[in-house]
């Protein structure tokens, strides 16, 4: 293996979410007197360029699909062209492209699961196929990582024989931080200093319920004077959510932008953070806006439970009834100040103790030190 250990970081796409912002962290807090870390990406986007930047070896292989047996040979090439020790691979589609390679070049493969790609609302032929497909990989990994509690006991209910390692996701506080602000983008966007700025800041798809915060927020503005929404992201639903903006009448009272790369800046303009997710494994996004000294308002599922304690550190909503209970909680937040800086307060002691990003590479690197050195099954 020489001096250092080469591992391949690999994962789905070159975009920034919630996955990709884990795999840069990692990249960064890695022993590098120790690690040697490369990554494959299966599409092209930000994430490289930031790896670029870092001076981290980068490779594309594109495809937007799991198990793309098209591209599996690719793969098989770039592990022998550059020599891999050990790979990460991180989410579904990029461990189902990987494994094959690497099982037949006897390389080990440690696989974190971001969120699994199985979800209850999926029909039951889809849902069955992605168990399916998860019990492949899963099975024939040298070790699993949960990033949640709820992760891991949804991975026991579901696959027969599943077991993993439990490692929360870690927050680069120096970055993350009130005191890491360099640009105010209450100014830059034209909201008022005075105006009660509520956050979403995710993708805009059926999972992230845009829509769901678009109505909430028509009703809770009503009662709230002042409040603003500024969104930030993209995805297949932002074009019915402008829409939707419009025919409620919210035109002056909703921002929207495209995906930032000064997401701490964005963070730092906001009063609450409103997260209205349908199921997450852990979202980082909801983790750095409690590093950041937010007020929190999120959907009571998976990982986010674990993290938020209902009215003491934020307030959890419930899904069944999404639209109300959002309302409820943005109104009853919206109306109290001194709970919003109570649960600034705590969210971010929450993180300063378990979310650390150097706890969370360490205890990575511990993972790749034992897996090197077993045998491989």
């Keep these: 293996m020489g001096n250092k250990i080469r591992v391949l970081e690999c994962i789905r796409q070159g975009k920034i979410g919630g996955g990709e912002s884990h795999l840069l962290n990692l990249v960064e807090y890695l022993d590098k007197s120790r690690f040697e870390p490369v990554v494959l990406s299966f599409t092209q986007g930000p994430m490289i360029d930031r790896l670029q930047q870092m001076g981290v070896g980068t490779d594309v292989i594109y495809t937007e699909k799991p198990f793309d047996l098209t591209k599996w040979r690719k793969v098989k090439e770039l592990l022998k062209e550059k020599k891999v020790d050990l790979i990460h691979a991180h989410g579904t589609r990029a461990a189902s492209n990987v494994l094959w390679a690497a099982r037949s070049l006897g390389i080990p493969v440690v696989y974190t699961i971001h969120g699994w790609s199985f979800h209850p609302d999926q029909q039951t032929l889809l849902r069955r196929m992605r168990i399916a497909g998860e019990t492949y990989i899963t099975s024939r990994t040298a070790v699993n990582i949960s990033v949640s509690r709820a992760n891991q006991v949804s991975g026991k209910q579901h696959i027969k024989g599943f077991e993993s390692v439990l490692v929360n996701y870690g927050i680069d506080q120096k970055k993350f931080s009130p005191s890491s602000v360099s640009k105010d983008v209450r100014v830059e966007l034209g909201i008022g200093p005075d105006a009660l700025l509520v956050l979403f800041i995710a993708r805009f798809t059926k999972q992230k319920q845009p829509l769901a915060m678009i109505r909430a927020f028509k009703e809770a503005a009503d009662a709230v004077p002042g409040m603003h929404l500024l969104m930030v992201g993209d995805g297949e639903l932002r074009e019915e959510a402008l829409r939707l903006s419009a025919d409620l009448g919210l035109g002056d009272r909703i921002t929207f932008q495209t995906f930032r790369q000064d997401v701490p800046d964005v963070l730092a303009a906001a009063d609450i953070f409103v997260l209205p997710s349908l199921w997450e494994g852990l979202p980082i996004g909801l983790l750095e806006a409690m590093a950041m000294g937010k007020a929190i308002i999120a959907s009571d599922v998976d990982g986010t439970g674990e993290v938020l304690k209902h009215r003491e550190n934020g307030l959890l909503v419930q899904t069944g009834e999404l639209v109300p209970s959002l309302t409820e909680a943005l109104v009853?937040?919206?109306?109290?100040?001194?709970?919003?800086?109570?649960?600034?307060?705590?969210?971010?002691?929450?993180?300063?103790?378990?979310?650390?990003?150097?706890?969370?590479?360490r205890e990575i690197e511990d993972i790749y030190t034992n897996v090197l050195n077993k045998p491989l099954a």
């Design 332 to 361: 009853q937040l919206g109306h109290d100040r001194e709970m919003q800086k109570k649960f600034q307060q705590r969210a971010i002691e929450t993180i300063s103790g378990r979310f650390n990003v150097i706890r969370m590479a």
